[in-house]
């Protein structure tokens, strides 16, 4: 088995900023592509940014200049750095992982159980 242990999450004024991190654990051979993810009320999951294990780089463009995704792959954890922080960006944010599993090479996506971002003033 696999989990995603997030966490950072909360509330912060606009213009702020707040870092998320994400543990993976388990049966891993290794973790390839490595992304978060949002969801606001009523509105559908979305991606915020992802990072390959050759660490390319994909952002939302509603969040591009303001996030920064980064990972360790010693640690098995991906972070996002979240700055100029605004009411928009409001949303569960969840971590996912592509994951090759130990000793299978059997590949699975998993998700975190999200954590609450809220930017208000």
């Known amino acids: 088995q696999v989990q995603l242990v997030e966490s950072g999450g909360g509330l912060v004024q606009p213009g702020g900023s707040l870092r998320l991190s994400c543990a993976v654990s388990?049966?891993?051979?290794?973790?390839?592509?490595m992304g978060w993810y949002r969801q606001a009320p009523e509105k559908e999951r979305e991606l915020v940014a992802s990072?390959?294990?050759?660490?390319?780089?994909n952002y939302a463009d509603s969040v591009k200049g303001r996030f920064t995704i980064s990972r360790d792959n010693a640690k098995n954890t991906v972070s996002l750095q979240m700055n100029s922080l605004k009411p928009e960006d409001t949303a569960v944010y969840y971590c996912?992982?592509?994951?090759?599993?130990?000793?299978?090479?059997?590949?699975?996506?998993?998700w975190g159980q999200g954590t609450r971002v809220t930017v208000s003033s």
């Open positions: 388990g049966s891993i051979f290794s973790i390839n592509a």
């Open positions: 990072i390959t294990n050759s660490v390319s780089t």
């Open positions: 996912n992982a592509d994951v090759s599993l130990a000793p299978t090479l059997f590949r699975r996506n998993y």
